[in-house]
């Protein structure tokens, strides 16, 4: 009779991959439901046009530009002078004592940021407080210049 003394071999463990998977699976599912997407704040949206209100649309605005060399315009006017006093007096001009008028500030990509500050250091001596800025949207998506 011959004894069999070769070790046996233990059963290797398994790797159940199943529970894995699903796991994997609940989690994109999650990452896919709470993403927000850039495409989605993208849309092109065309409004709707009507003619008959276009000409007194914004009759009220102080449109302020302001070029690349430093000059000023208001409403399309070129202002006299480059100084804050010569704009605060063409706003208080234009205004006309209605301290409600929002002021929109045109400036150029290039203007230097101390002639955007006298635009609105003008406009509060002649007390307008109501500024906002004009920008243009970029025809090239995201090239970062």
């Known amino acids: 009779m011959a004894m069999n003394f070769r070790p046996r071999r233990a059963e290797e463990p398994e790797i159940n991959l199943i529970p894995f ?14 993403t927000t997407y850039a495409k989605y704040t993208q849309l092109k949206v065309t409004l709707p046009v009507a003619e008959s209100n ?3 649309s914004r009759p009220r605005e102080l449109i302020v530009g ?5 000059r000023y315009s208001l409403n399309g006017q070129p202002v ?3 100084g804050v006093d010569a704009l605060a007096a063409a706003l208080a001009a ?6 409600d008028r929002p002021v ?6 290039m203007a230097a940021h101390q002639s955007v500050i006298n635009v609105m250091d003008a406009a509060r001596r002649v007390g307008l407080v109501q500024l906002t800025f004009a920008t243009q949207s970029s025809s090239r998506g995201g090239s970062g210049r």
Do not use: H, K, P
């Open 21 to 34: 998977i699903d796991v994997l699976l609940v989690v994109l599912i999650f990452l896919m439901l709470t």
């Open 54 to 56: 276009r000409l007194d």
């Open 66 to 70: 302001v070029s690349s060399e430093g």
């Open 80 to 82: 006299d002078g480059s």
């Open 94 to 99: 234009a205004a006309q004592g209605e301290r």
């Open 104 to 109: 929109i500030i045109s400036a150029d990509a």
